[in-house]
T-cell receptor
C-alpha cells in the first residue's frame, strides 16, 4: 500500500518570501509519479507540478519547484516569491503502478500568505 | 472550453433520497475518476473507469454506482442518501492510466444531506 504524509496542517509565509511545503511518501513500487495540487478557497483543484520517480532533475514550473529526494522519499514543494493569491490548500499526491494507477493524496497543508 | 465539467455545483437533499451527479470531459481522455473530499479536506478515490472497465474501491458503499454511457461521461448515482454522504465530490480525468498522468479535476459538487 502507498501512503502520502503532509506533516504541516497550516503554515504562514510573508509575501515575497519563499516557502517549502513538506511531503513524504511510502511505496514499494519502483515506478511512480508525484504531484502537487492547489485548492483555493473557491474549491477547484489546480494541478501545479509533476515529478517522475526516474527523473534525475527536480521539476520546475514557474515559481513552483519540487525538491525531490528519492532516498529520503520526500517531494517537497517550494514556492518562490509568495503572492497573496498563493493562499490555499496544497495537496501532495502519488500515483504508482501497484496502486491501480489511482492517485493517493496527502492530508493537505493550508498556506496563508501575509501581506 | 471547460475541460472537465460537473453538474450540479451544489446539491441539497434529504436523507433517503436518490440523486445523480453528472460529469463530462472534452479532453479526449481515456480514464475518469470520482473522488470524495470530506469535511477535513481529505481526498479519497471512489472509482476509476478506463475504457469501459470499472475499478471499484472496496470501501465505497454499494449505494454509490458510477455509470459511463461513453468515454467522455462518468456519472455518479447515489441511492438512499445518508448524512455521512455530505461532502464535495470531484470528477477527474487523465489521458491514460499510469503513474505519470496528472488528474484534471472538475470544479466539484458540494452535496449536503439534511
Amino acid at each position: 500500500a502507498q501512503k502520502i504524509t503532509q506533516t504541516q496542517p497550516g503554515m504562514f509565509v510573508q509575501e515575497k518570501e519563499a516557502v517549502t511545503l513538506d511531503c513524504t511518501y511510502d511505496t514499494s513500487d519502483q515506478s511512480y509519479g508525484l504531484f502537487w495540487y492547489k485548492q483555493p478557497s473557491s474549491g477547484e483543484m489546480i494541478f501545479l507540478i509533476y515529478q517522475g520517480s526516474y527523473d534525475e532533475q527536480n521539476a520546475t514550473e514557474g515559481r513552483y519547484s519540487l525538491n525531490f529526494q528519492k532516498a529520503r522519499k520526500s517531494a517537497n514543494l517550494v514556492i518562490s516569491a509568495s503572492q497573496l493569491g498563493d493562499s490555499a490548500m496544497y495537496f501532495c499526491a502519488m500515483g504508482a503502478n501497484n496502486a491501480g494507477n489511482m492517485l493517493t493524496f496527502g492530508g493537505g497543508t493550508r498556506l496563508m500568505v501575509k501581506p | 472550453d471547460t475541460a472537465v465539467s460537473q453538474t450540479p455545483k451544489y446539491l441539497v437533499t434529504q436523507m433517503g433520497n436518490d440523486k445523480s451527479i453528472k460529469c463530462e470531459q472534452n479532453l479526449g481522455h481515456d480514464t475518469m475518476y470520482w473522488y470524495k473530499q470530506d469535511s477535513k479536506k481529505f481526498l479519497k478515490i471512489m472509482f476509476s473507469y478506463n475504457n469501459k472497465e470499472l475499478i471499484i474501491n472496496e470501501t465505497v458503499p454499494n449505494r454509490f454506482s458510477p455509470k459511463s454511457p461513453d468515454k467522455a461521461h462518468l456519472n455518479l448515482h447515489i441511492n438512499s442518501l445518508e448524512l455521512g454522504d455530505s461532502a464535495v465530490y470531484f470528477c477527474a480525468s487523465t489521458l491514460r492510466q499510469g503513474p505519470n498522468s496528472p488528474l484534471h479535476f472538475g470544479n466539484g459538487t458540494r452535496l449536503t444531506v439534511t
